[in-house]
């Protein structure tokens, strides 16, 4: 099992920046890759970005540009760089531990508590 630990979300102005951390401890040898998802009032959750095991990356159309995600792999700490922050992208901000096959598919698994982000206007 892997437990998976968020910080660094907060309350922030429009334009501003944020990172997030994400800490995982437990059965991390199993994670193929990991991601951030997001899930403001009354929507679904969405997926974010996601990074493998080899440092691959993709993004969302929403945060490309604007959001970069990256691993410490010393640390076992998935980060996202949240830059030019914009009222849409408030919402919780959920890290997960899963896999990524070889056509780009992500596939969730174990999931943190989530952190709050609030962009003001």
């Known amino acids: 099992q892997v437990r998976l630990v968020e910080s660094g979300g907060g309350l922030v102005q429009a334009g501003g920046s944020l990172r997030l951390s994400c800490a995982a401890s437990?059965?991390?040898?199993?994670?193929?890759?990991m991601g951030w998802f997001r899930q403001a009032p009354g929507k679904q959750r969405e997926l974010v970005a996601t990074?493998?095991?080899?440092?691959?990356?993709a993004y969302a159309d929403s945060v490309k540009g604007r959001f970069t995600i990256s691993r410490d792999n010393a640390k076992n700490t998935v980060y996202l760089q949240m830059n030019i922050l914009k009222p849409e992208d408030t919402a919780v901000y959920y890290c997960?531990?899963?896999?990524?096959?070889?056509?780009?598919?992500?596939?969730?698994?174990?999931w943190g508590q989530g952190t709050q982000v609030t962009v003001s206007s």
């Open positions: 997960n531990a899963g896999a990524q096959d070889h056509r780009g598919s992500y596939y969730s698994g174990s």
């Open positions: 990074i493998t095991n080899g440092g691959s990356t």
């Open positions: 437990g059965s991390i040898f199993s994670i193929n890759a």
